[in-house]
């Protein structure tokens, strides 16, 4: 009976060195190590030119149906691949609506993913500092 205690006793003790070390074994890694963060870049929203961005953003975009050589086919009439279309839809609110899928109007672009949250960024960014044709 003595050894069985002196045995129940020492599977006791072992247990509970297991458990200790399990328990601390983590204790000294470092957080960045075993969840690293994922850079996150900037979405720059300065200096937002027709030209130079909202153009482009269109082009890739909107202008595949929303061209004017196209527009009257797949595009339900609205072109979007100059200035002076883009300005009544920027008036009426329904580019911006569209673009950012509130259900105010028909969400674009049609059958393809939103647009990423930067682009929208921007789009909001020129249309807010007056939508100049510049």
């Known amino acids: 009976m003595a050894t069985l205690n002196k045995m129940t006793k020492k599977i006791t003790l072992l247990f509970c060195l297991g458990c200790c070390s399990?328990?601390?074994?983590?204790?000294?890694?470092?957080?960045?190590?075993i969840y690293p963060q994922v850079a996150v870049s900037a979405c720059d929203t300065t200096n937002i030119t027709y030209q130079a961005v909202v153009a482009p953003i269109l082009n890739t975009n909107c202008n595949s149906c929303h061209a004017t050589a196209v527009a009257n086919?797949?595009?339900a009439g609205v072109i979007l691949d100059n200035y002076a279309s883009v300005k009544p839809y920027i008036t009426n609110?329904?580019?911006?609506?569209?673009?950012?899928q509130n259900g105010k109007v028909s969400p674009m672009p049609l059958n393809a993913p939103k647009m990423d949250a930067c682009t929208i960024s921007k789009i909001a960014a020129w249309i807010n500092k007056g939508a100049l044709n510049n």
Do not use: P
């Open 73 to 75: 086919k797949s595009g």
């Open 22 to 33: 399990f328990v601390t074994s983590c204790y000294y890694d470092k957080k960045d190590q």
């Open 93 to 100: 609110n329904s580019l911006l609506n569209s673009i950012v």
